[in-house]
Structure formats: structure tokens, C-alpha cells
């Protein structure tokens, strides 16, 4: 269930993409982002981080693409990401005392350092 949550927006994405056009997708995926944040919130009082972020990123790129009119824009938004995340885990191998993997996966693994080191 929480898998079917966490992709809600993308999913309503996709479906109104298919029956209207880029433009209307793109504002209904700003709006689904919110309301997914909204839900999290009512339900658990606290804020999702992944959802978080998405939520700014669709916010930055999607507004950007409805204010330009510019598809390619949106299309930016899974690459940023992408890149956003290998720099976070490429700078935990440097900064901090553990990498990012470990911190996400700790309470449901354990191993030691280097092996922490090799799965970041």
C-alpha cells in the first residue's frame, strides 16, 4: 500500500498524459505531489524527506514548464533527481562518519564499515 501511495502522483501523471496533454499533467502532478504531502501529514503528523523533495523539484520544473510552455523541462525533473542522489551518496563516502546507505538501511542490516563503505 505504501509502495501504491508513494507513487500516486506518478501514476495520475501518466493518466492524465495519456487523456489530455504535457501541460495538464504537469498541474495535476504539482497538485497530487501536495496532496500526497497533505495525507502523509494528517495521517502521521510528520513529513516524508522523498516526498519533500519531489514535491520542490515538481514545483520548480513543472512551474517552470507551464510558465514556458517548454516540455523538455519536466522531462529534466527524473534526471535532476537522479544526479542529486549520486552526489548525496558520493559526498557521504567524504563527509560525515557514515554514508548515506548506512544511515537509510542501519536498523534493518548489519554490517560493518567497509562493507557499508563498498554498498554506498
Do not use: C
Request: zero cysteines.
Amino acid at each position: 500500500m505504501k509502495l501504491l501511495f508513494d507513487l500516486f502522483p506518478l501514476l495520475v501523471f501518466f493518466a492524465v498524459f495519456k487523456l489530455y496533454d504535457i501541460y495538464v499533467a504537469t498541474a495535476v502532478i504539482i497538485v497530487a505531489v501536495f496532496a500526497q504531502m497533505t495525507i502523509h501529514w494528517l495521517r502521521t503528523k510528520t513529513l516524508n524527506r522523498m516526498h519533500v523533495i519531489s514535491a520542490a523539484l515538481v514545483l520548480v520544473f513543472g512551474g517552470i514548464t507551464l510558465v514556458l510552455r517548454n516540455e523538455l523541462i519536466i522531462q529534466w525533473k527524473p534526471t535532476v533527481v537522479n544526479w542529486l542522489f549520486g552526489l548525496f551518496f558520493l559526498a557521504s563516502q567524504y563527509i560525515g562518519n557514515k554514508p548515506v546507505i548506512q544511515r537509510m538501511l542501519e536498523h534493518n542490516a548489519e554490517l560493518d564499515d567497509a562493507s557499508w563503505q563498498k554498498l554506498n
